[in-house]
């Protein structure tokens, strides 16, 4: 079964509209992080934003936040007052166990167009 | 935040040729991760690079075809070994945080472009 799981290949979102992106997980862990990825055509991966499975309140970073519903596993990415720049593959990632150094498992992304 | 430097950028290579990508981090690190991006599609774990021992492979990667270094903290190279068109994909390193913390990125380098022609 897949961890991480990326329904949508493509979205589409006018300039300063709001859109979200959605990433269901699946683990039994009870310690895990979620992980948000932008990458431009350049390749390269930016972070954006991280959940912790123990956080009490859903993260935040400038115009991305998260929308963590534990009991559905799911981690949702709203980006507020969309850029021509926020057109990027999003890719939402997942973390298990207690340290930063296991490796992340990634879905397989979401593309985003942002139109004027 | 850790700053990793990944060469080349890109690269066209021949066939049946092998390619080294060197992963450069600005601190020093336990482990550093290599990925495997193939056009289109997500990032797959190649292996785990620790220094002073061997390199932790990912089911259906092995060392012949993609050996790796790990001299140092802050320093490792994979090579993509005799080539071919299937193996044109975006390669990235990354590291775990250096404070081990669990709520940290995972920060990678720029990747390499690599095309077998």
């Known amino acids: 079964a897949q961890k991480i799981t990326q329904t949508q290949p493509g979205m589409f979102v006018q300039e300063k509209e709001a859109v979200t992106l959605d990433c269901t997980y699946d683990?039994?862990?009870?310690?895990?992080?979620l992980f948000w990825y932008k990458q431009p055509s350049s390749g390269e991966m930016i972070f954006l934003i991280y959940?912790?499975?123990?956080?009490?309140q859903n993260a935040t970073e400038g115009r991305y936040s998260l929308n963590f519903q534990k009991a559905r596993k799911s981690a949702n990415l709203v980006i507020s007052a969309s850029q021509l720049g926020d057109s990027a593959m999003y890719f939402c990632?997942?973390?298990?166990?207690?340290?930063?150094?296991?490796?992340?498992?990634f879905g397989k992304g979401t593309m985003l167009l942002v139109s004027p | 935040s850790a700053v990793i430097s990944q060469k080349p950028s890109r690269d066209i290579c021949q066939r049946g040729t092998s390619l080294t990508i060197q992963c450069q981090v600005d601190?020093?690190?336990?482990?550093m991760f290599w990925y495997r991006q193939q056009p289109g599609q997500s990032l797959t774990l190649i292996a785990t690079?620790?220094?002073?021992?061997?390199?932790?492979?990912e089911s259906g990667f092995v060392i012949d075809k993609f050996p790796i270094s790990r001299p140092n903290l802050t320093f490792s190279t994979l090579t993509v070994s005799n080539m071919s068109p299937e193996d044109s994909s975006i390669y990235l390193c990354?590291?775990?945080?250096?404070?081990?913390?669990?709520?940290?990125?995972?920060?990678f380098g720029q990747g390499t472009r690599l095309t077998v022609v």
């Open positions: 601190s020093q690190v336990t482990m």
């Open positions: 990354s590291v775990g945080s250096p404070a081990a913390a669990m709520n940290t990125e995972a920060f």
């Open positions: 990632a997942m973390r298990e166990g207690f340290t930063g150094y296991s490796t992340l498992t």
């Open positions: 959940q912790g499975s123990y956080d009490q």
């Open positions: 690079a620790n220094q002073g021992s061997e390199a932790t492979y």
């Open positions: 683990t039994s862990d009870p310690s895990y992080g």
